[in-house]
């Protein structure tokens, strides 16, 4: 049983926790994920590592509620525990050699974004940060982005805080200042990946793009969370979760992405609709 120390509530839909995982903390880097159950009725779905601490042997895992299971781990308070938490899996962020890339998060992705901007920052590259989110009151993780980039760029759509606009209008506007990249890492919805990629691909610049579909078993056993990368098929829980974003094949990804969405809606519904007959009980 994997014990929570820490909950927060980042925005009407975010939620951070951190849980006591001392052997997954040991050995967790920038970029892997782990999978995990909330109880024994519970499906298995992966979670990026938002932090990790060795010290205290806790990890830090930042969800969106979109299915039943992120709903079910909502409702986990401190001092609770889950039952399965397995993990660091998938390939690691690779940031030797790097000198200066642009982190490019949209959305809740901005949380995987972050530690990948913290790890760069830590090995002394300059990091140009761009997050973009909808409107204000879903933005997370401000100040952390802040204390470990060069420069922060952030975006929203409505213009209600930040920039108005789109991080693909930033990174292009950068590009075309002058601002020289060794690489782009962008994480977060399939759609803004894929043009992220279109612009960085203009420019000639490489690009990392950090895909997380639907995984179960993180062993490649599945199939669940195949891609087209190149032409070849590559799975993202073990060859991944990054792959060179000029390479993956984004529509194939998104339309496999959609399919799934019909079920996690109806799974969210039934979720919720237990909690509250609980509460009517």
Not at 60 to 68: A, D, P, S
Not at 256 to 281: G, I, W
């Amino acid at each position: 049983m994997y014990e929570i120390v820490r909950r927060e509530e980042l925005n009407p839909t975010v939620t951070l926790l951190e849980i006591k995982a001392p052997l997954v903390a040991k050995k967790a880097r920038p970029g892997q994920f782990i999978i995990l159950r909330v109880d024994e009725l519970g499906e298995r779905i992966p979670l990026t590592i938002a932090d990790s601490n060795k010290e205290t042997g806790t990890v830090t895992i930042i969800f969106q509620v979109v299915g039943g299971t992120t709903e079910k781990l909502n409702h986990v308070t401190v001092g609770q525990s889950i039952l399965d938490f397995v993990g660091p899996l998938g390939r690691p962020t690779e940031i030797e050699g790097l000198k200066k890339v642009a982190v490019v998060g949209g959305g809740v992705g901005s949380a995987i974004a972050y530690p990948v901007t913290k790890a760069l920052h830590e090995a002394g590259a300059e990091v140009h940060a761009i997050v973009g989110f909808r409107t204000k009151d879903l933005v997370i993780l401000e100040d952390e982005f802040r204390a470990n980039s060069s420069r922060f760029v952030l975006m929203s759509d409505d213009g209600s805080v930040g920039e108005k606009g789109l991080v693909t209008d930033a990174l292009k506007k950068l590009i075309e200042s002058g601002e020289q990249y060794d690489e782009v890492i962008t994480i977060g919805p399939l759609i803004m990946m894929k043009f992220v990629s279109l612009v960085t691909k203009e420019y000639g610049i490489k690009t990392i793009a950090s895909m997380n579909p639907v995984m179960i078993d993180g062993t490649g056993m599945c199939g669940g969370c195949r891609l087209t990368v190149g032409g070849k098929i590559k799975f993202a829980c073990v060859d991944g979760p990054e792959f060179d974003a000029h390479e993956i094949d984004f529509d194939e990804a998104m339309e496999r992405s959609a399919m799934y969405h019909p079920f996690e809606r109806e799974q969210y519904e039934q979720t919720c609709n237990l909690f509250k007959q609980e509460v009517q009980d």
